[in-house]
């Protein structure tokens, strides 16, 4: 799997504890970094920072679905932007989930596990349809 | 008509002397035709008789005496008494009947002849006599009659003279007046007297085409004289059922110009020659009549009609005398009592269409507040068929000259004590008269006689319009007048408020523009005033799609962005109003709202992110830490462990600028006024800086010359450069060199601090320094912030009376400099 943010401690608590569940752990501090391992490493997973250095999160999904090599790796956002219109925005791109900083990495482990799993047995749009309360959490700004 | 009923009453008056006197002259002639002859031939006994020629002589005498005092009858007996008495005593032979010559029966028949004829000279003289007297009793009479009804000034005095002083005038027992009534269908008895007083019981009113003597007077102005009651009956058989011993009687009509207004009735006590001579003193009598009522009409006519105009002149100047049409009303309502109404109350409609007594007026104030209570108890039924809802609704007047009992028994909707006080009012005439001006029923007024006064006529009711016409133009100039003052007060208002205030007419033009919207939406009022808003107004297009409301509604508030003069941010509040002459727009400049509202929204946004990363970091960590299902390497754990000390270290940082930014706010902060070492503080702030500075920044600190001690607060400088010093390494994320010089710069001492990283944009400059305010995410790489830093800064230094400001160029770093003031 691969996490984008360029916050370092993000990406220290995902390599932690993801790499517990007996993911490999790949990282990107930015944008650009993120697309290049996508296209060459082609991870299970993205967990994708929004707001990033040189190319934000919202380009970055993108460009994954505008490229054939990376349109079918599924990705879920991991953010600190908490309002309503990014998450439909999210939604819109085509995203898993859209997770809320501060968020439990620990629990987090297992859930991207599963989902990892689920997509394997192919079942990416039926978990996009289910809309699981664990990848959507509801406390979002009003702002 | 029942004018033959057998008289029971007694003739009085002259008539009655007249007769009187008549009969005991008869009686003194027949006492002069016996007792005239007696004491002459009494004279016989006497010793010296006197000669024949002076027996012949008194006892002619005595038959004049006899004829003028007795008449005929009286004058043929004393003529026949004298002839024996001369031929008895006085001829000879004496005491012998029969004369003793042919030359003495010449004597005494001679005598005889010239008794006839004295006799017969006296009777005629006195037959003319008593003509002449009784010619001027009839002018006597007349004249009476005359002057009587030339006194009269109201029909009652007119119908007395004529019946009293006619009566007796035309010799008759009784007599009666009819007059036709308004409606010229209907013959009323208006005045009677000699009559039983059941007489007309049943018959004060007829209708003009019944078969009675008086309507056919009047329909065909035709008179009868009847001679006796057969005659009567044999002319109109409906009366012959009606007793009494045969009279006459005489009807006729009473005219004026050819018009009938009436009939008059004699009814006499006997049988009657009705000559020429009565025929012509009845007609006289009642052309007389018919005159008088005629020049008491006109008279009272001309009166009420003066009385009419004055009333009207009167109320017209009340009317005009006073906007506080209420008041004025209420002084009308007493005005018209008791001349025009017993009773007279206004109505009027108050704002919420539901009806007020305004006024009640009566003679009498105690009735007055009696009917208020009245009126309060038993408040008007809305529904009723009549009344004044009704004419309020039909806009039309009612005029009811004959209450009828059946209309105040439906007034009292079945109350038995409404009813019997409505009864003992004794109303009797009524006119409602709605007050309408421009289409619209302002309150009636309500105008009600009692049986003292007379009826209704059409020409009440002409006025009555009439005052209603004027008294509701008068409220309607009052409500006008105040209305437009109010306007006036309300534009003398508009001018005054911060609310801008735009009015368009129905066909879309600007009637009025206040001062406030003329400002906030960059207009001269009086280039707009008239024109279409759309060709006058720039913004105006705008305002109108978002604002127009639908007739009879209302639209917004909407806040719009305008296009402010010198292309700045606008925003304003616009709210659309259509009523019945046009729209009018309320507007307000929200511009100061809506930066506050996005300065706030801007903050939970910032504040939001920014929180939320190191608190991210720190739950994160705290919670790999205690993981118990796996052992963490102790390398990571220590990671973690630092991670969790930087990071709340972040987040402490974050909430002290935001309590700080919140205390700048609101003022509660207050700075520490001291002397200090400017240079040694700059060195310690490079010196905390080199702690975690990263290692492809360079970091130094130039100082070329002396800097004098500076007067603030260090601290707060202190933070200050910290922040800038921060600002520099973080936006150099390439790496490169952050140098901080020191100089003196007048009476300020200068600090620079340079990098040669991102750079800001020239139009930039003055926004950076703005509450919350963050650089486009693209030109920032991702550099994050709460925007608050150079906010802080820039207040923090110029609460020390100093100065900042920034040179920059995209892509060439920037240079921050701080001007602190010397101490002095």
């Not at chain 2, 280039?527 to 509604?553: C, F, H, K, L, M």
């Amino acid at each position: 799997m691969l996490v984008a943010d360029d916050e370092p401690p993000i990406r220290l608590l995902c390599e932690v504890n993801l790499s517990l569940a007996g993911m490999e752990v790949l990282q990107a501090s930015d944008g650009e970094e993120a697309l290049a391992a996508a296209r060459s490493q082609a991870p299970d997973i993205i967990l994708l920072d929004l707001m990033m250095p040189r190319v934000d999160g919202w380009t970055v999904a993108q460009k994954l679905a505008e490229d054939e090599r990376t349109s079918g790796i599924p990705f879920l956002f991991l953010t600190a932007r908490a309002t309503p219109a990014d998450r439909r925005r999210a939604e819109a791109l085509g995203a898993l989930g859209y997770i809320l900083k501060p968020f439990d990495p620990v629990r987090l482990a297992p859930v991207v596990a599963e989902v990892v799993a689920r997509c394997r047995l192919g079942e990416t749009d039926a978990i996009r349809r289910e809309r699981p309360a664990t990848l959507w959490p509801a406390d979002l700004d009003d702002g | 008509m029942a004018a033959a009923q057998p008289g029971r009453q007694k003739e009085r008056g002259t008539t009655g002397n007249f007769s009187s006197l008549r009969r005991s002259s008869t009686a003194l002639g027949w006492a002069a035709a016996v007792i005239g002859p007696a004491i002459i031939s009494s004279l016989d006994l006497l010793a010296n008789r006197p000669s024949p020629r002076i027996i012949g002589f008194l006892l002619l005498l005595a038959v004049a005496l006899a004829a003028n005092l007795g008449g005929f009858w009286p004058g043929l007996f004393a003529t026949l008494l004298a002839t024996v008495t001369l031929d008895f005593f006085y001829t000879p032979p004496r005491h012998d009947i029969v004369p003793g010559t042919g030359d003495e029966f010449a004597g005494v028949a001679l005598f005889f002849v010239v008794a006839v004829l004295i006799s017969q000279l006296f009777v005629r003289r006195r037959a003319v006599q008593r003509e002449s007297e009784a010619a001027t009793a009839r002018a006597n009479r007349l004249q009476r009659v005359t002057a009587r009804l030339a006194e009269a000034m109201t029909p009652q005095a007119v119908l007395d003279a004529v019946v009293t002083e006619g009566v007796e005038a035309a010799e008759a027992r009784a007599g009666a007046i009819g007059l036709l009534a308004a409606d010229g269908e209907t013959v009323e008895i208006v005045a009677a007297r000699g009559y039983d007083s059941d007489a007309f019981s049943g018959w004060e009113t007829f209708p003009l085409s019944s078969e009675t003597p008086m309507a056919e007077a009047i329909r065909d102005r035709e008179s009868f004289f009847f001679d006796t009651t057969a005659e009567r009956d044999a002319r109109f058989p409906s009366m012959a059922g009606i007793q009494g011993p045969s009279h006459g009687l005489a009807i006729l009509p009473l005219l004026v110009e050819g018009r009938a207004i009436g009939g008059i009735a004699f009814t006499f006590r006997t049988e009657v020659e009705f000559d020429d001579h009565r025929r012509a003193l009845k007609a006289t009598l009642a052309q007389q009549a018919a005159q008088a009522l005629e020049r008491v009409r006109l008279y009272q006519a001309e009166r009420a009609l003066r009385e009419r105009m004055t009333f009207l002149a009167d109320a017209s100047e009340l009317l005009g005398s006073s906007l506080d049409y209420e008041a004025t009303l209420t002084q009308l309502a007493r005005l018209a009592v008791p001349g025009m109404a017993t009773w007279c109350a206004i109505d009027i409609v108050v704002p919420d269409g539901s009806v007020r007594r305004l006024a009640v007026a009566h003679e009498d104030p105690a009735r007055v507040a009696w009917a208020e209570r009245l009126g309060e108890e038993y408040p008007p039924d809305p529904d009723a068929p009549m009344g004044v809802h009704n004419v309020l609704r039909t806009q039309t007047a009612e005029f009811v000259p004959e209450i009828p009992q059946e209309l105040l028994e439906q007034a009292a909707r079945g109350d038995e004590r409404l009813l019997r006080i409505v009864r003992e009012l004794g109303l009797r005439s009524a006119i409602t008269v709605p007050l309408v001006a421009r289409g619209r029923a302002l309150g009636a007024v309500t105008l009600i006689r009692d049986d003292t006064a007379p009826r209704y006529t059409e020409l009440d009711l002409d006025l009555a319009s009439e005052l209603a016409r004027r008294a509701a133009a008068a409220i309607d100039n009052a409500t006008l007048y105040r209305e437009a003052e109010r306007r006036g007060n309300a534009s003398r208002a508009l001018a005054h408020v911060d609310d801008g205030v735009v009015l368009l007419d129905e066909e879309g033009a600007v009637v009025s523009i206040n001062p406030a919207a003329a400002r906030i939406l960059s207009v001269d009022e009086s280039a707009v005033v008239g024109e279409d808003p759309a060709a006058t107004i720039p913004s105006w297009a705008a305002i109108e799609q978002n604002a127009r409301p639908d007739p009879g509604r209302t639209r917004g508030p909407v806040a719009l962005p305008l296009l402010a003069e010198g292309g700045g941010e606008q925003w304003i509040s616009v709210s659309g109003v259509a009523f019945g002459d046009g729209i009018v727009y309320a507007l307000r400049d929200v511009t100061e709202e809506r930066l506050l509202e996005r300065d706030r929204s801007d903050f939970v946004a910032t504040a939001s992110h920014e929180l939320r990363t190191p608190l991210a970091a720190v739950l994160g960590a705290v919670k790999t830490i205690r993981r118990t299902d796996v052992t963490i390497d102790p390398e990571q754990r220590e990671a973690l462990m630092e991670m969790i000390d930087r990071e709340a270290e972040r987040l402490s940082g974050i909430v002290g600028q935001i309590l700080l930014a919140g205390q700048l706010d609101s003022g509660r902060l207050h700075l520490a006024v001291e002397q200090f070492d400017p240079v040694a503080l700059t060195r310690s702030v490079v010196d905390s800086a080199e702690l975690h500075l990263p290692a492809d920044i360079d970091l130094r600190i130039l100082v070329p010359g002396d800097v004098p001690p500076v007067a603030g607060d260090a601290n707060q400088l202190r933070q200050v450069l910290t922040n800038l010093v921060d600002n520099a390494v973080k936006y150099s994320p390439q790496g490169g060199e952050v140098e901080l010089r020191l100089a003196r710069n007048g009476q300020f001492a200068r600090i620079e601090v340079s990098d040669n990283g991102l750079g800001i944009p020239g139009d930039e400059h003055e926004r950076i320094f703005e509450k919350f305010y963050r650089l486009d995410p693209g030109l920032t790489r991702g550099v994050n912030g709460t925007g608050l830093g150079l906010y802080i800064s820039k207040e923090l230094v110029e609460r020390m009376s100093g100065r900042i400001s920034v040179r920059s160029e995209l892509g060439r770093g920037s240079t921050f400099v701080v001007e602190v003031p010397l101490a002095v």
